[in-house]
């Protein structure tokens, strides 16, 4: 299968999963939306939201307690504060009680489906919707703001310096909001969509574009400080560990790139393409594929093992306190967990 063939598969996949959406029947097309803070995980999936005990894969509580078909997730849940903050498929947003799994409130104004994470800075969750609007809230869910000069949706999670929200568009754009009063202050037009978050490090926006490349911009006066031209799509947020940025792209091929000059170290062929971030360990980087493999590969380039699942993986993994965590689309198992040695420590199926 050719690299345009897969790409086509990713398309139409991306497309009945909104279908799905449509029909209230999202189930297998679906993939899950994870995230890890300290010792929970909180993993969002088809008609509920789960936290599970980090150490050993155990439920902690779901939310809804009762399966609700009309309620459907997919952007991964961020905590904030002692709230796990998540959006759904019909355009609530949903705060909820770390501790107890209950509601505490739900945001209605925006008129689309939440598909990115929330963001948080400064007791503000800052929620982008698909109705191409970027939404400030407080800690109660009352609107602070809302930035509405995007002209496409946002898929992708913000990030802030305490300043400015750096916002990522399907319109090509990377915005700069003021974080005080969600006016524009800049943006940079980019050669491609992006559909997930940039990184931010040391006042330089690293961010992928599904015009097969990924950048470097100075926040301070917007200069595109190095332009990487990869082999093919890049669905997923660069990851920048000790002044080199790794990514991976639907070609299959894992890059290291100089995070100063944009110069390549070095490049892995993982065999499969590669639809979400790397992560990254002290033992090395971490990849997980379209064919369900998840490859550990050195600092230096060198593959150092690979384990294979059952299913697909489309998303973004997660690192633990001593785990990889590897969320998993049609798969026997929803959550897989290795240590940084490629042994296996639980895995997770939803109660039924």
Same mark, same amino acid.
């Given at each position: 299968?050719?690299?345009?063939?897969?790409?086509?598969?990713?398309?139409?996949?991306?497309?009945?999963?909104?279908?799905?959406?449509?029909?209230?029947?999202?189930?297998?097309?679906?993939?899950?939306?994870?995230?890890?803070?300290?010792?929970?995980?909180?993993?969002?999936?088809?008609?509920? @939201?789960? =936290?599970?005990? &980090?150490?050993?894969? =155990?439920?902690?509580?779901?939310?809804?307690?009762?399966?609700?078909?009309?309620?459907?997730?997919?952007?991964?849940?961020?905590?904030?504060?002692?709230?796990?903050?998540? #959006?759904?498929?019909?355009?609530?947003?949903?705060?909820?009680?770390?501790?107890?799994?209950?509601?505490?409130?739900?945001?209605?104004?925006? $008129?689309?489906?939440?598909?990115?994470?929330?963001?948080?800075?400064?007791?503000?969750?800052? !929620?982008?919707?698909?109705?191409?609007?970027?939404?400030?809230?407080?800690?109660?869910? *009352?609107?602070?703001?809302?930035?509405?000069?995007?002209?496409?949706?946002?898929? !992708?999670?913000?990030?802030?310096?305490?300043?400015?929200?750096?916002?990522?568009?399907?319109?090509?754009?990377?915005?700069?909001?003021?974080?005080?009063?969600?006016?524009?202050?800049?943006?940079?037009?980019?050669?491609?969509?992006?559909?997930? =978050?940039?990184?931010?490090?040391?006042?330089?926006?690293?961010?992928?574009?599904?015009?097969?490349?990924?950048? !470097?911009?100075?926040?301070?006066?917007?200069?595109?400080?190095?332009?990487?031209? $990869?082999? #093919?799509?890049?669905?997923?947020?660069?990851?920048?560990?000790?002044?080199?940025?790794?990514?991976?792209?639907?070609?299959?091929? @894992?890059?290291?790139?100089?995070?100063?000059? #944009?110069?390549?170290?070095?490049?892995?062929?993982?065999?499969?393409?590669?639809?979400?971030?790397?992560?990254?360990?002290?033992?090395?980087?971490? !990849?997980?594929?379209?064919?369900?493999?998840?490859?550990?590969? =050195?600092?230096?380039?060198?593959? /150092?093992?690979?384990?294979?699942?059952?299913?697909?993986?489309?998303?973004?993994?997660?690192?633990?306190? *001593? /785990?990889?965590?590897?969320?998993? $689309?049609?798969?026997? *198992?929803?959550?897989?967990?290795?240590?940084?040695?490629? *042994?296996? &420590?639980?895995?997770? @199926?939803?109660?039924?």
């Amino acid at each position: 299968m050719n690299h345009r063939t897969k790409t086509i598969i990713l398309a139409v996949l991306l497309g009945t999963l909104f279908l799905s959406a449509c029909t209230g029947s999202l189930g297998s097309n679906s993939w899950p939306g994870v995230s890890a803070f300290q010792d929970t995980v909180y993993l969002a999936y088809s008609t509920g @939201v789960f =936290s599970i005990r &980090i150490t050993d894969g =155990s439920l902690i509580w779901r939310y809804p307690a009762k399966a609700d078909s009309k309620l459907q997730f997919y952007a991964a849940p961020t905590l904030v504060g002692n709230l796990v903050v998540v #959006g759904d498929y019909a355009g609530t947003l949903s705060a909820i009680n770390s501790q107890t799994g209950e509601d505490q409130w739900d945001f209605t104004g925006a $008129t689309g489906r939440w598909i990115a994470s929330v963001g948080d800075v400064n007791d503000t969750i800052m !929620a982008p919707s698909a109705d191409n609007n970027l939404y400030a809230l407080d800690l109660q869910g *009352n609107l602070k703001w809302k930035f509405d000069q995007s002209t496409q949706a946002l898929w !992708a999670q913000p990030v802030s310096d305490g300043t400015n929200v750096y916002q990522a568009s399907m319109d090509h754009n990377l915005y700069a909001i003021d974080l005080k009063n969600g006016t524009e202050v800049w943006k940079v037009e980019l050669k491609g969509a992006m559909v997930y =978050s940039p990184t931010l490090l040391d006042g330089i926006l690293y961010a992928a574009t599904l015009a097969d490349d990924v950048v !470097a911009i100075r926040v301070s006066d917007q200069q595109i400080l190095w332009d990487y031209p $990869t082999n #093919g799509e890049v669905w997923g947020t660069p990851v920048v560990d000790q002044n080199v940025v790794y990514f991976g792209d639907l070609s299959g091929t @894992v890059f290291a790139v100089d995070a100063q000059t #944009g110069n390549m170290k070095w490049t892995v062929d993982a065999g499969s393409p590669i639809a979400g971030s790397l992560a990254v360990t002290p033992s090395g980087v971490v !990849a997980a594929t379209e064919s369900g493999d998840v490859i550990m590969v =050195s600092f230096e380039g060198a593959k /150092q093992w690979t384990r294979n699942i059952s299913g697909t993986v489309y998303g973004n993994m997660v690192v633990g306190q *001593n /785990q990889i965590i590897v969320a998993i $689309t049609g798969g026997d *198992n929803l959550l897989t967990a290795y240590d940084f040695q490629g *042994n296996l &420590i639980w895995n997770f @199926v939803p109660p039924k």
